[in-house]
Every structure is written in C-alpha cells, then in structure tokens.
C-alpha cells in the first residue's frame, strides 16, 4: 500500500510555471479560434496521439520514423502556423511598445477620411481606406501604385471614382499621407465570414487580423460604412459614430465639422445665393437616363 505521508512540495516558482504555460496555451487558443488553424492543430494532435500510441507499443519502424522525422517536424509546425505566428509577436510587441500613441501625429488629420466615407456612403461608392499604425504596412504599400501624397477629401474621392484606374484596391494611408492606392491585402481567413462578406470588406477584416493597422470600407451594394479593428468589423455604422471610433482608436481629438450633403435639384432654394450641386457619379448617370 502506498504511504500517504509524502506529498511532493510545490514551490512558487513552479505555480509561477505552471501559470506561465497555462497563459500560453490559453492565448494561443484564444488567437486561432474561429480560423483553418484549428482544423490543422487538431490533425497535428490526433498524429502526436497515434506516434505516442506507436511509441508504447513498441512499433519500431513507426518509432523509427518518429524519431527520425522529429526534428523536422519543429519546421514544419512554423510554416502551418506562420500567420498566427506573425499575429501573435505583432500584438506582443504592440503591447510593449508604449512610447508611441499611433501613426497620427499632432498636425496630422483624419477628419478627410470621416468626409469621403460620408460622400461614398451618400453616392453608394466603395472604397477602402486602411490607416497604418505602430505595424507597417510596407509590404501591402509596394503591392499598389505608390503615391506619397498629401492626405485629403478631393484626392480620396477622385482615387475611388468608378471611372478611375485606381478604384479597385486599398488605399492606405500612412502618418497622414496617402502612402499608395491600388493596394492588394490579405483575405481574412475566418470560415464565419466567408458567406458574409465580399473580398473589399474581407480585405479590410484580414489586414486587421495581421497587423494592428484601422480600415474603412464602404459598401458599393448600399453604401454602408463599416469599420474595422483587431479582426473584428463593425457594420452599418454612423459617420458620427466612425468619427469617434477613429478618435477612441487612434487616442486624437477630432472636433466635428459639418457633414456636406447631397441635394436634388428640387430641393436646391428658389431664391437666394446659389448652392452648387455635386457631380454624380457615372452610374447615377445611367441610372437617372433610364429613369428618363
């Protein structure tokens, strides 16, 4: 019978451990759940469960091929998880990097972007404008058509114009500057979203997933604004709302301004100075020259 008086001695440095690697494995479910990389963490699960079995039952050439195979196999589990790999350092180090308040300084102004979702969502345009913060962005930026210009409404309206070459993409905006237009980002991967969205508001989810960067997407099927932050969006939001969301992410002020409408003719004044009215764009102009 065994004794009853030992009882193994637990020191806090192996409570602090335990607690240590609990915290891990914790975060590492937190991070993949709800993408492919459960699938693939089961499988890799389910053959470490076979090769032990093998291992204990003493398969030789089972037990060879394991021991031979192993130190790939460190390799091989890199490659499958490099994306949650890659996420995961990329909120590690945007958690300890507390010097920096965002991408935006003092001068800097996103209040052009709060302005042109207005005008996309009045016009039902899409567009998708992704702000860089602390992760940079280069990779996506050489993916597109470099620009380096000054931030504003009149450029970001006449980048996503229907007619122009540069519509289709991302617009990427970087320490107040359009970086580059055109722009090819990541699809998120998330099985849940695949039937709910198309590719402009699963681009706009995926390279929030991969980087800690803030994208705008309005929809061209009814003009809604969305906005997106740490892999999660937020749908059908107002311009005010997007207004203090952008200054609750990105830690700024932001005073409100007077939101530009788009009136009809009929409802321009009889009298009085004349309010000139905007352009539409090229579909509205098939549109009201089939309703004549």
Not at 114 to 143: D, K, P
Not at 215 to 229: L, R, T
Request: hydrophobic fraction near 50%; charge should be negative; charged fraction near 20%.
């Amino acid at each position: 019978m065994p004794s009853l008086n030992y009882i193994p001695q637990i020191s806090v440095t192996s409570v602090f451990d335990i607690l240590v690697v609990a915290f891990l494995v914790y975060e590492f479910l937190k991070l993949i759940k709800g993408t492919r990389a459960i699938a693939m963490l089961a499988a890799v699960v389910i053959l470490a469960l076979a090769f032990w079995i093998a291992h204990l039952e003493a398969l030789k050439t089972v037990d060879w091929l394991i021991t031979t195979l192993l130190p790939y196999a460190i390799f091989a589990l890199i490659v499958v998880f490099g994306a949650e790999i890659r996420r995961a350092l990329a909120r590690l180090g945007q958690k300890l990097s507390t010097g920096r308040s965002g991408a935006f300084n003092g001068t800097d102004s996103y209040e052009d972007i709060v302005l042109a979702a207005n005008h996309f969502s009045q016009t039902v345009t899409g567009a998708l404008i992704v702000i860089e913060r602390e992760i940079g962005l280069r990779t996506f930026i050489e993916s597109g058509v470099p620009l380096d210009a000054f931030l504003s409404f009149d450029l970001l309206v006449t980048i996503f114009r229907p007619s122009a070459p540069l519509h289709d993409g991302a617009v990427i905006v970087q320490k107040g500057r359009i970086a580059a237009a055109a722009c090819f980002l990541p699809l998120s991967m998330n099985p849940l979203l695949s039937t709910q969205f198309g590719t402009r508001h699963r681009a706009a989810i995926g390279i929030t997933e991969e980087t800690d960067a803030i994208s705008v997407v309005v929809s061209e099927e009814n003009g809604s604004i969305s906005i997106a932050v740490g892999g999660q969006i937020e749908r059908d939001i107002t311009v005010e709302y997007l207004r203090e969301r952008l200054s609750e992410v990105l830690r700024r002020y932001v005073p409100a301004a007077t939101l530009p409408t788009i009136m009809a003719d009929h409802e321009l004044p009889s009298d009085g100075p004349v309010v000139e009215r905007e352009r539409p764009s090229h579909n509205q102009d098939l549109a009201d020259g089939a309703e004549r």
